[in-house]
């Protein structure tokens, strides 16, 4: 299984994320934008696992310390790719968020898990190979409290890239 740890957003932020996916597509000549189910933000990108590893996953998240928290959007930006931009909705770089995804990293590096232990960039991808002339952009800041991280299985059924979320922490 292909996995990874992530936060979902609720109905409200999850519209306004569309909205901004929109926009973005209204001025794009090319691009494959998000799905509205697969808008998410990653915190561990884990890749393949069998079983046995899956399970040490879920007891990474189990143990992981950490309270609600706000998660705050306030930018529209890009990683510059030839071909064609891979554009997203930004998260602000709070304390709790990024002592979150780094709790997570180093209990996985610590049970063997090859992961990135490099720099994050919270980001929300709303699509990729995109072509525009469009300039990176600020928000009007928008959010929520997040209280859950999913583990979450990413698939292709018939063709299109699902993500389900296969184990849940909520405090
Ligand atoms: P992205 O949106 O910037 O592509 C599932 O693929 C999730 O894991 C996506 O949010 C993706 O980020 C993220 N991810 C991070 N590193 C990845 C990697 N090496 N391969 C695939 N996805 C990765």
């Known amino acids: 299984m292909r996995l990874f740890i992530a936060i979902n957003f609720g109905p409200a932020v999850r519209e306004r994320l569309l909205a901004l996916r929109d926009g973005l597509r209204g001025k794009s000549s090319a691009g494959n934008f998000s799905e509205p189910d697969n808008l998410h933000l990653t915190l561990v990108f884990i890749g393949e696992c069998d079983a046995a590893q899956t399970a040490r996953v879920r007891s990474a998240m189990d143990a992981a310390d950490f309270e609600p928290f706000p ?7 890009r990683f510059g790719r030839r071909g064609g931009d891979i554009w ?9 968020l990024l002592a979150l995804q780094r709790e997570l990293t180093e209990r996985l590096l610590r049970d063997g898990f090859a992961v990135d232990a490099g720099d994050y960039h919270p ?10 002339g469009e ?22 059924i018939r063709g299109k890239l699902t993500y389900t979320a296969i184990h849940t922490v909520s405090k």
């Open 135 to 156: 300039k990176p952009w600020e928000t009007e800041p928008f959010g929520e409290t997040v209280s859950a991280i999913d583990l979450m299985k990413s698939e292709r």
């Open 71 to 77: 998660a705050v959007i306030a930018r529209v930006g």
């Open 123 to 132: 980001h929300i991808t709303l699509g990729r190979e995109v072509v525009t």
């Open 88 to 96: 997203w909705a930004g998260v602000r770089e709070s304390k709790p």
